[in-house]
């Protein structure tokens, strides 16, 4: 069974007295272990189709299945459940907790789950070493550079060792070095773990890194092309 | 789970410190000025109550239609038992008879020639029956500027004021030119034995207090009286409750038309004293009632920014696949926290400022120099039960409906937007 199924999806925005459609029948499969990129000009509609991948947002007409549950079909506490659960989230601006420490930022997925505490300890110092920070575990963000940030987040999507991974830009704050350094990161936990990454982006540092290519182009699926490569 | 959002409330000061403070702040102000306006608007109608107009008073019907001239030969003829029958019948309010009266004090020198003269407010009042409660009613033993209080007939107290101004010394004699009851001239000698200050304008330009039998004598008013007071149990004037007595003494003296059949007027049914008493409870309300709108809109939209402020970590933590509800009961149980211990600082705060007002006041005679209205020239504040929950308002409710209505964006927004706003 694929991980994710989209099916003639298409999703309207409301935009003063008419709509603007964002996504325009788009239907891709993306198995289980990809390492896959949305890639796309500014407005092509690669966050949009993250979110609704990612139950923040819903289609309009058409179908998204994300493992095995028929996005615009479930309840808000299903949609949360099913994020709870399976899915993790990396956002260019990292969007962490300031007045938390690292510890706690990574913890709080795992809170969540209502997971015993031994186990969060466990899980949370594990996921802290995939991303070399066990020594900043009492940090809080504000004291941390962008690129450490940035794996503070992957950490806290990480933790949980979800069944799908979407990053949005992850590395449009970061400088050349940081971005290879998550990306790294990112591709080892990938072959590790064999979680399912799906990127948005524009970078061509992260394009280099993808085994599967999708080309957005205004709202259309434009090329999906598989990388050859070792 | 609560341990992690507690922390963050504590480290958070801009979701903690800052808005107790504020909610704090906002209701220390609201019970303060409270019990303030409580505070002078009611000493007001007790300083009134206390030298003149009593909760309740009883006259004759002519002296009614002309009170403010103290008409004295309209006085009540058979006070004695007039008093008597009101104690029984009205055994909750303290009555007491009084002889208000005008006159001349004229201030002789060693010759017994005029040195000085001056237009005198004349009060007999129950001075030297032990049982009376006069003098502390109008608080002379701590009004006494020089000399002592009354002990023998023949001696009065006379305004600080007054005396300065006629050079008189306690121990000198004054005499009183007035007029009787059946409207001759009288002249009466006392020994002056004290000077007063009662710090209300209108009462220290020339108060002149004898005992009651004294004045008695002085305007020849063998067993009359001009007035009885009458005094609400619990020493705090209510309208409806004077308004009730008066109604019921009247009904049994409707029938007579005589000038000297006896009236019972409350106090708000004296001359001007009702529109003062309904004025002050209009603006006891108007100005309790905006401060507490107005403290309730600043803490309301507080609790509306410092809760629109947080819609990105509200939207992190959908996205980590915490429910909706989840995130909007726990926005309002800590406002309900930050509410709760806002208000209990503010009250105790406010109550404690409202306190040292009521205890010591402040002193604003000079601002009250020449007012003919009789108001109290040391301000104090008064708190009554409503300041322990006035503060409610604006510190709990407010702070909650706010933060209630900044969390209906969780719910309204779709979750991508809460995002947009963060991702700026
Ligand atoms: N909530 C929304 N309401 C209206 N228009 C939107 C909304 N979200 C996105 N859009 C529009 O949809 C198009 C695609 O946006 P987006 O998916 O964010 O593009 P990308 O991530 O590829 O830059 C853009 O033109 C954007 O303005
Ligand atoms: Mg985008």
């Known amino acids: ?230 | 789970m609560i341990k992690f959002l507690v922390k963050g409330l504590l480290r958070d000061k801009s979701r903690s410190q800052m808005p107790i403070i504020v909610v704090a702040i906002g209701v220390m102000l609201t019970v303060f000025i409270h019990a303030y306006i409580n505070g002078f608007m009611g000493d007001t109608i007790e300083l009134n109550a206390r030298f003149s107009h009593g909760h309740l008073k009883v006259m004759t019907k002519g002296y009614a239609d002309n009170m403010s001239q103290t008409p004295n030969d309209l006085a009540l003829l058979d006070s004695d038992s007039l008093l008597s029958s009101l104690q029984r019948e009205y055994p909750t309010v303290a009555w007491v008879t009084r002889i208000q009266f005008g006159g001349l004090v004229d201030a002789p020198d060693s010759t017994g020639e005029t040195r000085a003269q001056g237009p005198a407010m004349g009060m007999g009042i129950d001075f030297l029956s032990p049982a009376s409660s006069e003098v502390e009613r109008l608080n002379i033993p701590k009004s006494l500027v020089r000399g002592r209080l009354i002990q023998n007939a023949g001696e009065a107290l006379i305004s600080n004021l007054f005396a300065e101004k006629l050079g008189v010394l306690p121990g000198d004699v004054v005499t009183l030119i007035g007029s009787t009851m059946n409207g001759s001239m009288s002249m009466y000698n006392f020994t002056i034995v004290g000077t007063i200050a009662f710090g209300a304008e209108a009462l220290d330009r020339g108060a002149l207090i004898v005992d009651i039998e004294d004045a008695r004598y002085a305007l020849d008013m063998q067993n009359a009286a001009g007035e009885v007071l009458g005094f609400l149990e619990g020493g705090f004037y209510s309208d409806d409750d004077a308004i009730a007595i008066a109604q019921r003494f009247n009904a049994l003296h409707a029938d007579s038309s005589s000038e000297y059949a006896p009236v019972m007027k409350s106090l708000s049914q004296q001359g001007n004293m009702g529109s003062y008493v309904s004025l002050l409870n209009t603006w006891t309300g108007i100005i309790s009632s905006i401060f507490v709108l107005a403290m309730a809109l600043v803490l309301w939209n507080a609790g509306l920014l410092g809760s629109l402020r947080r819609y990105g970590e509200f939207g992190v933590r959908l996205a980590m696949g915490e429910e909706k509800g989840h995130v909007y009961r726990t926005l309002i149980y800590e406002s309900v926290v930050i509410g709760v211990i806002g208000t209990a600082i503010g009250t105790a705060i406010g109550l404690f400022f409202a306190l040292l007002l009521q205890v010591y006041g402040i002193d604003i005679s000079g601002m009250m120099e020449g007012a003919a209205m009789m108001m109290p020239t040391v301000i104090k504040a008064r708190i009554t039960p409503a300041d322990y929950y006035l503060g409610l308002i604006p510190g709990l409710v407010s702070t909650v409906v706010g933060s209630m209505l900044a969390g209906v964006g969780i719910y309204r927004r779709q979750t991508a937007k809460l995002f947009k706003e963060l991702e700026a």
């Open chain 1, 1 to 230: 069974m694929n991980l994710i199924d989209v099916k003639n999806l298409t999703k309207r925005f409301p935009m003063g007295k008419g709509e603007f459609t964002a996504l325009k029948n788009i239907n891709i499969t993306i198995g289980k272990g990809e390492f896959v990129g949305l890639i796309g000009p500014s407005g092509s509609g690669k966050t949009t189709l993250l979110n609704i991948l990612g139950s923040l947002d819903v289609p309009s007409d058409g179908e998204a299945i994300v493992l095995g549950n028929s996005i615009g079909a479930l309840s808000a506490k299903q949609s949360a459940m099913l994020r709870k659960e399976s899915l993790g989230f990396i956002f260019q601006s990292y969007n962490l907790l300031q007045v938390h420490t690292v510890y706690e930022n990574v913890e709080f997925p795992l809170l969540l789950l209502k997971l015993p505490a031994a186990e969060r300890k466990m899980m949370v110092m594990e996921a802290l070493a995939w991303v070399g920070l066990t020594d900043k575990a009492k940090s809080k963000p504000p004291q941390l550079s962008g690129g450490e940030c940035q794996r503070v987040a992957i950490a806290r999507a990480m933790v949980k060792r979800p069944s799908l991974v979407l990053a949005d830009e992850p590395t449009a704050n970061l400088d050349a070095a940081n971005s290879h350094n998550i990306l790294k990161t990112m591709e080892a936990l990938n072959r590790d773990l064999n979680t399912t990454f799906v990127f948005a982006t524009h970078d061509e540092k992260v394009i280099g890194y993808l085994r599967r290519k999708i080309f957005l182009l205004d709202g259309r699926i434009d090329k999906d092309e598989v990388v050859e490569h070792s």
